[in-house]
């Protein structure tokens, strides 16, 4: 894994003008996969790639009978429903499958003209969750977040002493996941007001995001058989946009001593897109650790994920409230960052998971917990953003935020550039907050 090949050459062309307009986030490098069908249609699901602004139904390129061998496998399990097939073959057939569509997406292919009819625009589809996710884990693998939250419940003692030697996480819900459009009702829950002597059950007043990327499980591994570090890789089909709505009022007061429960599990909203980790192998960085931290016990170093572990995977998130909307303006930009800044890596949540023996399934889903940068214009959720809820953002239309009000949308992109290696993108996560119900 990690490695790059001809899949990545910038200079690759494709038959499918719009994989070339500018600003695109699906060129031909990228090839990322979905479950897709035709808005309002009854039309079963199915897996589907992007290219440009298109999508390569997988199930009609299966009936072509385009592929050969292992990439003809992997193109017939990829047009079930749902992903969970394609992504239990393991990383060999994934990459097969992304060589046969590379190839046969160039400018002079061969396979234009049956592929040519397999297309379906972006602009008419509908997405579905893009695999079964039998078990979502949510990490919190930003040392920034995890310390700007921490500040404001223990000023002189922020981090906790676990957090530098073990990934945290957390089992949450995966029946509340869904994709790009979800909208929900504010969540309801039990909270105790600023000095009331007893809890009630009140709409939340605190309703945040949590910037994520989602980590899909590909391969899974057997029930009391760890996944090494070495190998950890193998098991992860690609990433997505994540937003993990909090509602903090609710998680206050609920969270102890188990953590955070009812806060979390009313919506989490993943972009449709799921790019492959092959297809962010430009963009590995080296995994760094400060000297003077401890550094990752032997379960959790290897050489090739210092060498190349982390990502540098951009990000941002907006919010659009209502008379922005209804300005037709877009949403105003709340933070930038990149995932590189986490201090925790795929192959070390994955070897952390799987130490104790626990089994991973394809379709299983991680969140990498908030991904807040060092400062605090970096900072993915509001909690951190207006400390606590003590300074208001100001937004450029001259409204001002504190927490999410109703009707507020919040968009979620994600991108890798840079200079020898072609632009991919990760599309839009997008989900607006409606009115509690009475
Ligand atoms: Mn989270």
Known sequence: MGLMNETHDPALRSWVASAHAAGTDFPLQNLPFASFRRQGSNEAFRGGVAIGDQILDLALAARTGVFTGEAALALQAGAEERLNALMALGPKAWSALRLALSRALREGAAEQTRLADCLVPQAVAEYGVPARIGDYTDFYTSVHHATNIGRQFRPDNPLLPNYKWIPIGYHGRASSIGVSGQAFHRPRGQTLAAGATQPSLEPCQRLDIELELGIFVGTGNPLGEPVPVTEAEDHVFGLCLLNDWSARDIQ??????????????????????????????????????????????PYLDSEANRRQGSLDIQLQVALQTPKMRDAGQAGATICRTSYRHAYWTVAQMVAHHTVNGCNLQPGDLFGSGTLSGPTLDQAGALIELTTGGKNPLSLPNGERRTWLEDGDSVVIRGWC??????????????????PARS
């Open 252 to 297: 206050a007061w609920e969270y102890q001593p188990l953590g955070p429960f009812l806060s979390k599990n009313f919506a989490t909203t993943l972009s449709p897109w799921i790019v492959t980790l092959e297809a962010l192998a430009p963009y590995r960085v080296p995994f760094e650790r400060p000297a003077d931290d401890p550094q990752p016990l």
């Open 417 to 434: 550039e840079k200079a020898g290696a072609a632009r991919i993108g990760f599309g839009e996560c997008v989900g607006t907050v409606l």
